[in-house]
């Protein structure tokens, strides 16, 4: 049986999510509109598919919040406060952008599998199965990323 510290744990790992997509969402924008280079076209659609799942995820993990009685993070300042990843910069090329998102997604894959874990734990496996779905397409988009720059993925 889940106590109110591990439902108070799931509920700050969805809203730690909200945070970091609302921030991804952000950077992702970014990246789409200042992207230049011979890579700009497979970029700019990558970046925007990116961007449009990360405003999916953030309104399931928000309404996921509220349904378990959880107050999502609403305001950018709030969630640039709480992310672990961090604000897009500017004037930074392809493969920088590219290489920031990569460690960007490696943090919230991470953090996805310990939400898990703590939702398990809570004996919450809707929100559990959340966090492997997102998990999932994650790893598979940085695979992408880091395939991009030549790099090997390491699990």
Do not use: C
């Amino acid at each position: 049986m889940a106590n109110s510290d591990n439902k108070q744990e799931v509920r700050e790992a969805l809203n730690l999510q909200v945070a970091n997509f609302t921030v991804l969402w952000t950077k992702l924008h970014n990246y789409h509109w200042y992207v230049k280079g011979h890579n700009f076209f497979s970029l700019h659609d990558k970046f925007e598919e990116l961007y449009d799942t990360a405003s999916t995820y953030v309104d399931e993990l928000a309404e996921r919040l509220l349904a378990i009685g959880g107050e999502p993070i609403g305001k950018q300042s709030d969630a640039i406060e709480k992310a672990s990843v961090k604000e897009a910069e500017y004037d930074i090329d392809a493969n920088e952008m590219v290489r920031q998102l990569a460690q960007d997604y490696d943090t919230v894959i991470k953090e996805l599998d310990e939400g898990r874990k703590i939702a398990e734990d809570a004996g919450d496996d809707r929100t559990a199965d959340i966090f492997i779905g997102m998990i999932t397409d994650i790893e598979k988009n940085n695979w992408m990323l880091k395939s991009f720059l030549g790099k090997e993925v390491s699990q």
